[in-house]
């Protein structure tokens, strides 16, 4: 008997057992005065438990038949007439909890490299992503796939790089469900989830200061600002066959980070030929800032100069009362030099952030897709990335930096000529110098290139 059977069945049941008290009724089924009604509720008393049992068992079962269509994806097995119908465009006959444990691999460090997570964040992030996932589907034709897989044929491409065909293949469904499942990740993540990259509040602000500060000894640091770069192939669409209609450009994406390597805040989309200050000054956050809209908590008087809330950046960026860059060409045993020094632990996070995001595989290499779509793979594995240090899950983080370069091609020295001998220069200079006396003595030598250390 199957449930909906067993449902009827005990919905009969009690509407008989119903029937019985109404034909029996107590003239008073409160009082307990004569013999009579004393009989009668008894045996109404004598029957509510069983009722109650009964009450108990049909809404168990009628849960049941309810659920008893979902949970049919994470049945050990298929029956040949189940598989018939109900996993059109999934792989028809294929176990859905088999399906993902078929790429799933048990070895913690291959599951790592397969979805850059250990196995229980993934979980954790499957059942967080779940409702979200498994809406708006095409509405003639449901995927029937799980969180689970949606997830994993999404992570996969995101973390491994591997193109849809193999991902299609490795997951047993097509490729136009693979892309469907990517797009989706991506869509929630950025859409749902951006908050994880949100520019702090004030007070949350304050602790990020609060770190710098004791890294290095100079206050009110707020981040550091860097661009990273990504490769991306894009298809002009001409139907002439050449290889000139494959042309490799790159995308630059302006980010902050604190000093344990969290985005505070990315924005992606630039053409990555832009140098960082141009691409700074076409910001949001620029405009932002220069309207007093973030960074405008009060300034702390140091030696009585009021520093007010910083970025730090490279040489590639403008020297201004809110952004904070190195001296060029210090004397040997300075202060200059020896803020340069400090200056350069303070940026080592964002350069580790950068070399992190592009251990991500499909950040690694040239994207083969729409300008817009490689926009959002940034933003999905920007979010990924704080989501993996909240879980205190390192498994995307980039241990070694290697030869990374403190500087790539974009980002060489900048000045701004309507800049010099101004009030604003003269102003970030006088705030620059009285941060460099109060930062710690370093020798970079004595420090190595991964801040975690």
């Known amino acids: 008997m199957n449930s909906r059977e067993l449902s009827a069945l005990l919905s009969t049941l009690i509407s008989e057992l119903l029937l019985i008290l109404l034909l ?33 068992t049909a809404e168990i079962a009628t ?3 309810f659920l008893s269509v979902p949970r049919k994806r994470k049945r050990t097995h298929f029956s040949e007439s189940d598989s018939t119908d109900e996993d059109n465009g999934a792989g028809a006959g294929v176990d859905e909890l088999d399906r993902v444990h078929s790429v799933m691999p048990q070895n913690p460090d291959s599951f790592k490299l397969c979805f850059k997570m250990t196995s229980s964040t993934f979980e954790w992030l ?37 193109d849809f065909p193999e991902i299609s293949s490795r997951f047993q469904v097509s490729e136009s469900i693979t892309k469907f499942c990517v797009k989706q990740l991506c869509r929630v993540l950025c859409t749902n989830f951006r908050f994880w990259v949100g520019f702090p509040s004030p007070n949350e602000l304050e602790t990020v200061s609060t770190q710098f500060e004791n890294l ?18 894009r298809y002009d669409g001409s139907k002439s066959i050449s290889e000139d209609k494959f042309q490799e450009e790159s995308i630059a994406a302006q980010i902050i980070v604190d000093s344990s390597s969290r985005i505070l805040s990315i924005i992606a989309g630039f053409r ?28 702390i008087c140091v030696d009585g100069v009021d520093i007010p809330q910083y970025l730090v950046g490279d040489g590639g960026y403008p020297l201004l009362p809110w952004l904070v860059v190195p001296f060029v060409d210090p004397k040997a045993g300075s202060f200059e030099e020896n803020f340069n020094n400090a200056h350069h632990l303070m940026r080592l996070p964002a350069i580790k952030t950068i070399a992190s995001l592009k251990k ?36 995307a983080l980039c241990d070694e930096l290697g030869d990374y370069s403190l500087h790539d091609q974009n980002s060489q020295f900048y000045r701004d000529a309507s800049l010099e001998e101004s009030s604003i220069e003269k102003k970030a200079s006088e705030i620059r110098s009285v941060l460099a006396t109060r930062a710690r003595e370093f020798d970079t030598s004595d420090h190595p290139m991964d801040p975690g250390s």
Not at 364 to 391: D, W
């Open 63 to 65: 849960t049941f038949s």
């Open 24 to 56: 029996f009724p107590s003239s008073n089924p409160f009082s307990i005065a004569d013999s009579s009604s004393t009989s009668t509720s008894s045996f109404c008393g004598n029957l509510f438990p069983l009722i109650h049992c009964f009450l108990s």
């Open 272 to 299: 990555g030929d832009k140098g960082d200050s141009r691409i700074l000054k076409s910001s949001t956050l620029y405009k932002d800032i220069q309207g007093g809209m973030v960074l405008n908590s009060e300034p």
């Open 360 to 395: 991500w595989g499909v950040l690694s290499r040239p994207i083969e897709v729409e300008f817009k779509t490689a926009v959002a793979y940034i933003g999905a594995c920007s979010i990924l990335h704080n989501v993996l240090l909240m879980r205190e899950d390192y498994s």
């Open 126 to 162: 499957s059942g967080l992503l779940e409702p979200l996932l498994e809406c708006r589907d095409p509405i003639d034709s449901p995927l029937n796939l799980s969180a689970e897989t949606r997830l994993g044929i999404g992570l996969f491409r995101l973390a491994t790089g591997a």
């Open 216 to 233: 290095t000894g100079m206050p009110n640091c707020c981040g550091i600002i860097d661009c990273a770069r990504f490769s991306v192939i």
